[in-house]
């Protein structure tokens, strides 16, 4: 048997990059996937192919995420939906300060407290959060992305503690630059014409000599949400090419 066969996944964000891969990894796992995001016609896309459903929602807005999935059988819920922002405190507008908390520290939450209460009363779960290893080391000009993941990485610890007792594990992955389409994005946006180069300067930064692939978190996520990793709870599993500990 697959090792998520019968159980309903829930994937905010699951229409591109890690979520993506991620959804399309549970799927193979034997999961019934559900993919909450934003970008209904991305969604659609991926769970056409997986044999999923889409649920059109902005994990930002509380009584959405409430009305979407409150009521939902859900056995994992993974946290994915997120953004990124580049920037010091001085070049940081309100605006964007508030984007960032808006998605990625309150959409967390949103799903969280829409989730767990049906979690609870049906014996148990799982959480995964995507974190950042930003929660964990200064990133140069990532002030509010950090910001952003240094509350996911705590909201982790939290529910892992608070629901210890309810047969729920809770854990995020901290990941250090994934080949997702932001960084071709970014790449095409601020170096045209110096892509290969830049690609290259970005990749070296991870002293494994490349970036990480979707699919190489998405193989990390289903087996911290599996019955495999069951001794596993309030853990910040680092998926980085040795950057935070080989230097």
């Given at each position: 048997?697959?090792?998520?066969e019968?159980?309903?996944?829930?994937?905010?964000?699951?229409?591109?990059?890690?979520?993506?891969?991620?959804a399309?990894?549970f799927?193979?796992?034997?999961?019934?996937?559900?993919i909450?995001?934003?970008?209904?016609?991305?969604g659609?896309?991926?769970?056409?192919?997986?044999?999923?459903q889409?649920?059109a929602?902005?994990?930002s807005?509380?009584?959405?995420?409430?009305?979407a999935?409150?009521?939902?059988?859900i056995?994992v819920?993974?946290?994915n939906a997120?953004?990124?922002?580049?920037?010091?405190?001085?070049?940081?507008?309100?605006e964007?300060?508030?984007?960032?908390?808006?998605?990625?520290?309150?959409?967390?939450?949103n799903?969280?407290?829409?989730?767990?209460?049906g979690?609870v009363?049906?014996g148990?779960?799982?959480?995964?959060?995507l974190?950042?290893?930003?929660?964990?080391?200064?990133?140069?000009?990532?002030?509010?992305y950090?910001m952003s993941?240094?509350?996911?990485?705590?909201m982790?610890?939290?529910?892992?503690?608070?629901?210890?007792?309810?047969?729920?594990?809770?854990?995020?992955?901290?990941?250090?630059?994934?080949?997702?389409?932001?960084?071709?994005?970014y790449?095409a946006?601020?170096y045209p014409g110096q892509?290969?180069?830049?690609?290259?300067?970005?990749?070296?930064?991870q002293?494994i000599g490349?970036?990480?692939?979707?699919?190489e978190?998405?193989k990390?996520a289903t087996?911290l949400?599996?019955?495999?990793?069951?001794?596993?709870?309030g853990?910040?599993?680092?998926?980085?090419?040795?950057?935070m500990?080989i230097?």
């Open positions: 048997m697959r090792r998520f019968h159980k309903t996944v829930l994937i905010t964000g699951g229409g591109s990059g890690i979520g993506e891969a991620m399309r990894e799927a193979a796992e034997g999961a019934s996937v559900l909450l995001e934003r970008d209904q016609a991305a659609e896309r991926v769970a056409g192919e997986i044999g999923g889409v649920i929602c902005d994990v807005d509380h009584g959405a995420v409430h009305a999935v409150g009521s939902l059988k056995d819920l993974v946290n997120g953004i990124a922002h580049i920037g010091t405190v001085e070049s940081t507008s309100e964007d300060f508030d984007r960032i908390f808006r998605v990625n520290v309150k959409g967390v939450y799903c969280l407290h829409a989730v767990l209460p979690m009363a049906r148990g779960g799982v959480v995964l959060n974190c950042s290893i930003a929660a964990r080391v200064g990133l140069s000009d990532r002030f509010a950090s993941k240094g509350a996911v990485l705590t982790t610890l939290s529910v892992a503690k608070d629901y210890l007792n309810k047969n729920i594990r809770c854990n995020c992955i901290n990941p250090a630059r994934v080949h997702t389409p932001f960084v071709d994005q790449l946006k601020n892509e290969s180069e830049m690609f290259a300067k970005l990749s070296a930064a002293p490349r970036m990480g692939s979707p699919e978190v998405a990390l087996y949400c599996s019955d495999d990793a069951s001794f596993v709870t853990v910040a599993w680092d998926i980085d090419g040795g950057y500990n230097r």
